[in-house]
């Protein structure tokens, strides 16, 4: 599957390819077809937020 990744604050995000999750048990696998970001969002990409745990998927 397709994420965009922040691996370092302050830098572009990064369109990487990952292994899609597997669903544990109890929990299902849905498909998403369109997704927005938020604020906090661009506060982890411009670096506003202190020390997130990178790689992050926002």
Do not use: F, N, Y
Not at 4 to 33: F, H, N, Y
């Amino acid at each position: 599957m397709k994420a965009m990744v922040l691996v370092k604050p302050q830098t572009p995000l990064e369109l990487v390819d990952i292994d899609a999750p597997q669903p544990k048990t109890g929990e299902i696998r849905v498909r998403v077809s369109a997704c927005g970001v938020c604020r906090t969002d661009l506060h982890l990409v411009d670096g506003e937020l202190s020390h997130p745990k990178l790689p992050v998927i926002p």
